[in-house]
């Protein structure tokens, strides 16, 4: 029964997604567009599982959903910091900085998303990853002391994607 | 007050802070004198900017129309796509060296946009 299971949801968040994304798209949610959406579901990633041969086994959808809702607060409100940055701070005064973020995280899902957030959030954007994967470049805006931007990052979202990527 | 009107007045609020985080995104854009800086300022009208405007098309579609949600699937594709870009216009900067230099990573390893020999290029998360 699992073996079944695995065979026709090789990826379950996917196909909930896929499912989902369907009826939005059709802008109807009525019985006959949600079972389309979820033959959508089923066959597109068993067609492409082929091509997703380390995907994380593990992965929780209510930690992810509680990140992506602390996220988009980051988000507004550190693009009220940086409107006023932009707006009010002469370009003598401003401190760029690179960064370099030690990576904990292994999996490219994980640090894909990492970097997603990073540049998301305004103020920074990740430039690159080492050739080993192991070091994420992120380019700050104005950042007085690059150690604490770091740590932040660190502790504020890379250490909530180490639960959720397990 | 009826709907109409709130959800009027809202849609109207909604495009403001659009069209003023857009603004703020344009100015710094041209203040900025850093091709890396200067690659700050379209991040943030991604995502505040642009995502006011859609939350007021929908709260007008919502109120006067016949109310749609193709508005969350925009931000998310959206939410999803500015990030690659950006990280292909650093990557840009990078290599043609448009930008102050990057540090050199710890342990002897290099940036994947320097490395030179096909050999070097390790798979991301292969190794451990």
Redesign the interface.
């Given at each position: 029964m699992t073996r079944l299971f695995n065979w026709l949801f090789p990826h379950p968040a996917m196909t909930l997604i896929l499912a989902i994304?369907w009826i939005?798209?059709q802008?109807d949610l009525s019985y006959g567009m949600a079972v389309f959406g979820l033959i959508l579901g089923i066959i597109i990633p068993r067609m492409t599982a082929v091509w997703w041969p380390?995907r994380p086994s593990g992965f929780k959808i209510g930690k992810m959903t509680a990140y992506v809702i602390l996220v988009m607060w980051d988000?507004?409100v550190a693009?009220v910091q940086?409107?006023w940055i932009?707006?009010t701070r002469p370009?003598s005064k401003?401190r760029?900085a690179?960064i370099?973020i030690?990576l904990d995280l292994?999996?490219?899902e994980a640090?894909t998303v990492l970097?997603?957030t990073?540049?998301?959030t305004?103020?920074t954007?990740?430039?690159?990853?080492?050739?080993?994967?192991?070091?994420l470049?992120v380019?700050a805006?104005d950042a007085p002391d690059p150690d604490a931007v770091r740590d932040e990052i660190k502790q504020r979202y890379e250490a909530r994607l180490k639960e959720i990527f397990v | 007050m009826n709907w109409a009107e709130i959800g009027t007045y809202a849609a109207a609020v909604f495009l403001l802070v659009g069209a003023l985080f857009t603004l703020v995104g344009a100015i710094g854009l041209l203040r900025f004198n850093d091709a890396m800086t200067r690659l700050h300022a379209p991040t943030k009208v991604g995502t505040v900017g642009i995502g006011a405007l859609l939350l007021a098309s929908m709260t007008a579609s919502f109120v006067f129309g016949e109310g749609s949600f193709h508005e969350l699937l925009i931000m998310a594709f959206l939410f999803v796509t500015a990030p690659i870009s950006a990280n292909f216009m650093s990557k840009v900067n990078i290599h043609r060296k448009t930008c102050v230099p990057p540090p050199v990573p710890p342990h002897g390893e290099t940036w994947s946009t320097l490395v030179k020999d096909e050999i070097d290029q390790v798979p991301t998360g292969t190794q451990s």
């Open positions: 994304v939005i798209l802008n380390d988000i507004m693009n940086v409107a932009v707006l370009n401003l760029p690179w370099i030690p292994r999996q490219p640090i970097a997603g990073i540049t998301l305004p103020g954007v990740s430039a690159d990853v080492s050739n080993t994967g192991h070091y470049l380019h805006l | -």
